[in-house]
Every structure is written in structure tokens, then in C-alpha cells.
């Protein structure tokens, strides 16, 4: 036989038990021997006499134990690299972008008298803070990178 021939009679056995019912010994247990937990006894019911205990009989358990520490080979990893410094034109854009809305919502919370050109600046704040930061991204190489774009020929 070939290894077609196999696999279409194993199809055709597959397809003619399709209907069948489960065998009734498989439908009381559906998995195997090994994996039977055995029941645990359900606790007994403390008497009231037995309930009431002298300090001497009381007993301090013990906190269970903390595991041990692995000290074996495992990655420790390096310290980040500190974080790059800003220059006061995108310090002060960040403030506006935050700032502004932030301001306004304060404002709203303690219920503070906000006139019409506090309004505007606080929203003017956060538009010139989101444009100034978009302006600044800019979209090229950094300019330390070198004449190298970093392409194999």
C-alpha cells in the first residue's frame, strides 16, 4: 500500500464514524488514570469545647519560608542612557502644549473668573506649543550621523 492509499482509508473510517455515538465508558471519564486527583477530606467541625484554648495552647505558625534567590547566570541590563538635553525653544513648547489646556481645565475645577483673552491665550499657548514642536522634528538624518546612510552595495 501506499502512503495515499493509508491516509484515504483512515479518511473514509474518519467520515463513516462521523455519526456514531461516544462510547459510554470515555462519556464517565474524559481523561486518563493519571491525571485523578484524589478527593481531599472535607474538613471535620470543631467542637465549641475544643474551640476555646488557654494562651499555652495556642500555637504561632510559622510564616511560610520566602524562596530562595536564584543566583545563577541571568541578564542584568546595562543602565539606560541618560536622556537628551533640550534646548529652551522645545522646553518652552512643551510647557505651552500642556500648559494651556491644563490651565484651563484648573481653571474650570475652582471655578476661577477666566476672561475672554485668558481664554485665548491658553489656547493659543497649546496651538503655538503643538506647532513649534512639529517644526522642530524635522524629518532628516540627525546631523551626526556621517556622509554613510548605511547602505551595502
Do not use: C
Not at 481523561?31 to 484524589?38: G, I, M, Q, S
Request: a negative charge.
Amino acid at each position: 500500500m501506499t502512503p495515499q492509499s493509508d491516509e484515504d482509508e483512515v479518511w473514509r473510517q474518519i467520515v463513516a464514524s462521523f455519526n456514531e455515538t461516544a462510547e459510554p465508558t470515555s462519556a464517565d471519564q474524559p481523561w486518563p488514570d493519571r491525571e485523578n486527583v484524589p478527593a481531599e477530606e472535607p474538613p471535620q467541625p470543631v467542637k465549641a469545647e475544643a474551640a476555646v484554648q488557654t494562651p499555652a495552647e495556642t500555637r504561632e505558625e510559622e510564616p511560610p519560608a520566602a524562596p530562595e534567590e536564584d543566583e545563577g547566570d541571568h541578564y542584568v541590563p546595562p543602565p539606560p542612557p541618560p536622556l537628551p538635553k533640550m534646548d529652551a525653544g522645545t522646553k518652552i513648547a512643551w510647557v505651552a502644549l500642556f500648559g494651556g489646556p491644563a490651565y484651563l481645565l484648573l481653571a474650570a475645577l475652582l471655578a476661577w473668573p477666566m476672561d475672554g483673552w485668558i481664554v485665548f491665550a491658553a489656547i493659543a499657548a497649546f496651538i503655538g506649543g503643538f506647532v513649534a514642536l512639529i517644526v522642530r522634528m524635522g524629518d532628516g538624518p540627525p546631523p551626526d550621523s556621517g556622509w554613510d546612510d548605511g547602505a551595502i552595495i
